[in-house]
């Protein structure tokens, strides 16, 4: 039997899980009872959001007109930009991809990113103009944007709806055409790559794989390459996407093992399998470790939680290698854990998912990007705490990171956005023209993106405008700590660190955020921003407004109380500082937008 | 202690006159202009309720309270119909019976009348003596009048409550305190201005400031402290030993019974704990609805002491409660009571629960936190 192995791939909200949709409909691999949309969400976030988040696999079979049957490994992945590390794993287990481009919206930041993924990585790409149903879609443009930008020709994009089916039928059979069957040999000693997995609490970690080399069955005994320890193979399977149980996987095959792992540190994503009694000398490159850009603070709101917090981050991680994390201790949230991410939804995502799947309550600090500081006595190091952050006179040079930045637009936005670019302390590249919309490339202090940037990006150009960045490494930069008091103590996790010029206005921000989100308090309580000792900014937390009522009689007894009663206490993330409550947003204080 | 103790006997009255001159801009009680015929049908029901409720319960009274509404409004032959009607069934106050005043209808006649049929107390709506002040809160009294009414009653041998409505936009407040108080009154009740909904000023969208608030509330506690009077209840000031007992009754959540439209009794109910009821609104309760009973449960009833006995300066004994209640207090609401110690809003002194002044400025939230418990 045949199989092609591909991805779907595309900038956010493209259509990818829609269009899958339709091809596991085609294929008969909906149930009527799951029928639902994008089936291939299936964390209940992603359905909330309406985004996907993880990449999911499922795996089919397809019969040509011409008789002949395929075996078809589909892998949705996500489009966000945080999450593209998810789609480069993906493509470790595939020969080719399916590249969508909204019919609508043309080619896009992402659309150029993850096109360039899958050239790295020599994928067979098949492009498909999507979305063509819209009343809005300009197949021919968008299928041109393609060959101008990416270089792919513009008469090989099948036109195609995930909405109306069209051009599914054409897509299955270019997949078939065009992607190459996956190589290896099925009676060579076993390699498989690890591209995901997840832990479940009875089997232990389930790994994603794709066979590279050889065949896996249930009771071989497998060594992972990077520790040497090995496993007895319980159970093989492929993905309906839920775990199907099956009876081997062989070269060429996408699938799953469990074989009774329970340390969760035995299995990394990106390792290689090996059969115990024919080693493989030579592992498969895996990929390069992502790389987390973002960091912040996650505590337990109670402190006993602790421990299950840390055991939470541990399973988690297993199920998205992206994040890093390690122990941390504050003077005001007490013992918690330094995080890494790719971005912040990611760092959203994740906090979302561990008091949703684990069932924690956290509080998490503000994110901050990696400094470069160069001390006076020569040594070089980085922090993205701002609580490390040594006094002024101790630092010979601080270095901050910097993005390329690459944003695609409509020429009309194009003043306003340049205007922001120029608020945001970034310096241009370069200015391509695509059609009728125009490739912005700058050179960007990555912080100054961290936060609200993309909103107000997107409100300027009404939605309009895509980005795309990646890391570029540190420029020198004038950066100072803020500290932020509350009741006269510094709270060392609500300090940031944060280009002078920006320190006022920012400083003025977060106080005033951290004012208007607190409780009032039995007493005024007073939050102040400061450099070095210095106030920049001032604002006070009233004391409660009078609540009590002043006439109290036989009357009215009932009444009144019947009132109180109504008003139930809701239960709110809290922390409390010294005296003060300190609620979730005030930690994120320093997110809030300009506007609001 | 699993055997509620309550009581059997009930020793306290509230008479509700529903009618007012004028409807002021604050006040969401229930009350009605007069209209003719309506006081007559009103005095012939309360003789008829006064008669179920001293068939049904045990009473012997030791405080009477005339409330309303103004009960003063009633003509001099109306007042003595009502008292008569009342005597004549559940019988008359032995240590205190309160007449609610409104100052522009006091005479020395009335005075001297009203002492005749019993009364020896008098709550006089005097609010200010600020003449733009009782402008703003609609009285159709000016100072000159309150203060002559106050003097009338005193001259009258009555014990005279003097009401105030602090944290008034503009109020002299340190004017209309030395005031009240030079004029000999043993007792105030202050009272910050509060805009509730369906009254004249919310429609209007009058505000209270929240300094106003402030000063109404610790300022007249400070001033009134200065000049001999003891805040035993969080709006109520007395001198030494001048207390109001009927008022007391409420605050520590003792039974008395409610007769008039839209009164609410506090009634015990043989082999169980007590029952609340509230008279319907006057069309209703001249047909004879007497309204639906809530009885309490041990928790209905321990939040109600709390709710009302937190009011009060001395607190709640807890032991006395929990015998009353017929429920370990400390056991069911010790995590609660903690909490509130902790934030520094309650305080436990052997049995005896107490608010601080933080605790007392925000009781209703201390309530609540009983409630959610
Ligand atoms: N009209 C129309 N709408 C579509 C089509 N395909 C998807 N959509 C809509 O576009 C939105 C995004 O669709 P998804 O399938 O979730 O897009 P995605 O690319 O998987 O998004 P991410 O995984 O978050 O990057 C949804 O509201 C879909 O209903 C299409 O062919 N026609
Ligand atoms: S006199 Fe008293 S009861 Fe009558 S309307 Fe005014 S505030 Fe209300
Ligand atoms: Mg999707």
């Given at each position: 039997m045949h199989t092609r192995n591909f991805s779907i791939i595309a900038h956010v909200d493209h259509g990818k899980s829609t269009l899958a949709d339709r091809i596991l409909e085609r294929l008969g691999a909906m149930g009527e009872r799951d029928k639902r949309d994008q089936t291939l969400d299936t964390l209940e976030l992603e359905r909330e959001r309406g985004i996907t988040i993880k990449s999911t696999p499922v795996r089919l079979t397809y019969t040509r007109p011409n008789g002949e049957t395929y075996t078809l490994n589909l892998i949705d992945t996500p489009g966000h930009v945080d999450f593209n590390y998810e789609v480069s794993r993906s493509l470790?287990?595939?020969?080719?991809?399916?590249?969508?481009?909204?019919?609508?919206?043309?080619?896009?930041?992402?659309?150029?990113?993850?096109?360039?993924?899958?050239?790295?990585?020599?994928?067979?790409?098949?492009?498909?103009?999507?979305?063509?149903?819209?009343?809005?879609?300009?197949?021919?443009?968008?299928?041109?944007?393609?060959?101008?930008?990416?270089?792919?020709?513009?008469?090989?994009?099948?036109?195609?709806?995930?909405?109306?089916?069209?051009?599914?039928?054409?897509?299955?059979?270019?997949?078939?055409?065009?992607?190459?069957?996956?190589?290896?040999?099925?009676?060579?000693?076993?390699?498989a790559l690890i591209f995901d997995s997840f832990y479940d609490a009875y089997q232990g970690v389930i790994l994603f794989v794709r066979v590279l080399e050889g065949t896996v069955?249930?009771?071989?005994?497998?060594?992972?390459?990077?520790?040497?320890?090995?496993?007895?193979?319980?159970?093989?399977?492929?993905?309906?996407?839920?775990?199907?149980?099956?009876?081997?996987?062989?070269?060429?095959?996408?699938?799953?093992?469990?074989?009774?792992?329970?340390?969760?540190?035995?299995?990394?994503?990106?390792?290689?399998?090996?059969?115990?009694?024919?080693?493989?000398?030579?592992?498969?490159?895996?990929?390069?470790?992502?790389?987390?850009?973002?960091?912040?603070?996650?505590?337990?709101?109670?402190?006993?939680?602790?421990?299950?917090?840390?055991e939470a981050l541990e399973k988690l991680k297993l199920n998205d290698a992206a994040f890093v994390f390690e122990p941390e201790t504050s003077e005001a949230l007490g013992f918690g854990f330094r995080c890494g991410f790719l971005g912040l939804l990611h760092a959203e995502i994740i906090q979302e998912r561990l008091e949703r799947e684990y069932d924690l309550d956290l509080i998490a600090t503000a994110p901050a990007v990696v400094y470069r500081l160069t001390l006076t006595n020569g040594t070089v190091f980085e922090t993205q705490n701002p609580a490390e952050f040594p006094t002024r006179d101790r630092i010979e040079l601080m270095e901050e990171p910097y993005i390329k930045l690459s944003v695609m637009l409509p020429e009309e936005y194009v003043g306003p956005v340049m205007q922001l670019l120029v608020e945001r302390r970034g310096s241009m590249i370069t200015m391509n023209y695509v059609g009728k919309r125009v490739e912005l490339l700058y050179e960007v202090p990555f912080a100054e993106i961290l936060y609200d940037f993309h909103d107000r990006l997107k409100s300027i150009s009404r939605g309009y405008a895509s980005m795309d960045y990646e890391q570029i490494g540190y420029r020198e930069g004038d950066l100072v700590k803020v500290d932020i008091l509350v009741q006269a103590e510094v709270v060392d996790a609500?300090?940031?660190?944060?280009?002078?010029?920006?320190?006022?206005?920012?400083?003025?921000?977060?106080?005033?955020?951290?004012?208007?989100?607190?409780?009032?308090?039995?007493?005024?309580?007073?939050?102040?921003?400061?450099?070095?000792?210095?106030?920049?900014?001032r604002a006070t937390v009233k004391a409660y407004r009078k609540d009590v009522l002043a006439k109290c009689y036989g009357g009215d007894i009932s009444r009144k109380k019947k009132l109180l009663d109504k008003q139930k206490k809701g239960k709110a993330r809290m922390k409390n500082i010294g005296t003060v409550e300190v609620p979730q947003e005030a930690f994120l204080a320093v997110l809030s937008t300009e506007e609001g | 202690m699993t055997h509620p103790d309550p009581e059997r006997t009930v020793r306290h009255l509230y008479v509700h006159v529903p009618f007012c001159p004028s409807i002021c801009p604050y006040c969401d009680f229930h009350v009605l202009t007069r209209r003719a015929g309506q006081v007559e049908a009103y005095l012939r029901r309360l003789r008829e309720e006064a008669h179920e409720l001293a068939g049904r319960y045990d009473v012997d009274l030791d405080t009477v309270y005339l409330g309303g509404g103004t009960p003063s409004f009633l003509r001099d032959d109306e007042i003595a119909d009502l008292v008569d009607a009342v005597r004549g069934t559940l019988g008359w106050g032995r240590a205190e019976n309160t007449l609610e005043v409104n100052p522009g209808t006091v005479s020395p006649e009335r005075a001297a009348h009203w002492r005749g049929l019993g009364f020896d107390r008098a709550s006089v709506g005097v609010q200010s003596l600020d003449d733009d002040t009782l402008r703003f809160l609609g009285r159709r009294h000016d100072a000159r009048g309150a203060a002559a009414a106050v003097t009338t009653l005193l001259e009258r041998d009555f014990r005279v409550s003097g009401d105030l409505i602090t944290a008034v936009p503009g109020q002299p407040l340190e004017r209309d305190i030395d005031g009240l108080?030079?004029?000999?009154?043993?007792?105030?009740?202050?009272?910050?201005?509060?805009?509730?909904?369906?009254?004249?000023?919310?429609?209007?969208?009058?505000?209270?400031?929240?300094?106003?608030?402030?000063?109404?509330?610790?300022?007249?506690?400070?001033?009134?402290?200065?000049?001999?009077?003891?805040?035993?209840?969080?709006?109520?000031?007395?001198?030494?030993?001048?207390?109001?007992?009927?008022?007391?009754?409420?605050?520590?959540?003792?039974?008395?019974?409610?007769?008039?439209?839209?009164?609410?009794?506090?009634?015990?109910?043989?082999?169980?704990?007590?029952?609340?009821?509230?008279?319907?609104?006057?069309?209703?309760?001249?047909?004879?609805?007497?309204?639906?009973?809530?009885?309490?449960?041990?928790?209905?009833?321990?939040?109600?002491?709390?709710?009302?006995?937190?009011?009060l300066t001395d607190g709640v004994d807890l032991a006395d409660l929990s015998r009353r209640a017929g429920l370990d207090v400390r056991a069911r609401y010790g995590e609660v009571i903690e909490a509130e110690r902790r934030a520094g809003r309650l305080t436990l002194d052997g049995d005896r629960l107490r608010t601080t002044d933080a605790g007392r400025w925000v009781l209703n939230d201390v309530v609540r936190s009983f409630l959610n418990a």
């Open positions: 470790a287990a595939c020969e080719g991809v399916l590249l969508l481009v909204d019919a609508s919206q043309g080619v896009e930041a992402q659309t150029i990113v993850n096109a360039y993924l899958a050239i790295d990585n020599n994928l067979e790409i098949v492009p498909v103009v999507n979305k063509i149903d819209l009343p809005a879609a300009d197949p021919e443009g968008a299928a041109r944007e393609l060959e101008e930008v990416i270089g792919i020709p513009a008469d090989q994009a099948i036109f195609a709806s995930g909405k109306t089916g069209v051009g599914v039928d054409d897509i299955l059979e270019a997949i078939v055409e065009r992607i190459p069957e996956p190589p290896g040999d099925p009676d060579a000693p076993l390699k069955r249930a009771k071989d005994a497998i060594t992972l390459f990077s520790n040497g320890k090995s496993f007895d193979v319980d159970k093989v399977g492929t993905f309906s996407p839920g775990l199907v149980v099956g009876q081997e996987l062989r070269a060429g095959a996408v699938g799953w093992i469990a074989a009774s792992i329970k340390d969760i540190h035995d299995a990394q994503v990106g390792d290689t399998i090996t059969a115990k009694d024919q080693p493989t000398t030579e592992p498969f490159p895996g990929f390069k470790p992502a790389q987390p850009v973002v960091f912040s603070g996650l505590y337990p709101t109670s402190t006993e939680d602790y421990r299950r917090l840390r609500l300090a940031v660190i944060v280009h002078r010029d920006k320190a006022y206005s920012l400083g003025r921000k977060i106080v005033d955020k951290m004012a208007e989100v607190i409780p009032r308090q039995m007493f005024p309580v007073p939050i102040q921003a400061t450099i070095g000792g210095k106030i920049i900014a | 108080v030079s004029l000999g009154v043993e007792h105030v009740s202050a009272y910050t201005l509060t805009i509730e909904p369906g009254t004249e000023f919310a429609r209007r969208g009058v505000t209270v400031a929240e300094e106003d608030e402030q000063r109404g509330f610790d300022v007249t506690a400070r001033l009134l402290a200065e000049r001999g009077f003891e805040r035993y209840e969080v709006s109520n000031y007395a001198r030494p030993g001048a207390r109001s007992r009927h008022n007391l009754a409420y605050w520590t959540n003792r039974a008395y019974l409610g007769l008039g439209p839209g009164a609410s009794g506090h009634y015990p109910v043989p082999g169980a704990l007590t029952e609340r009821r509230t008279n319907p609104h006057l069309h209703e309760w001249l047909t004879g609805d007497a309204g639906e009973a809530e009885p309490s449960a041990p928790e209905d009833y321990v939040t109600d002491a709390l709710f009302m006995g937190l009011r």
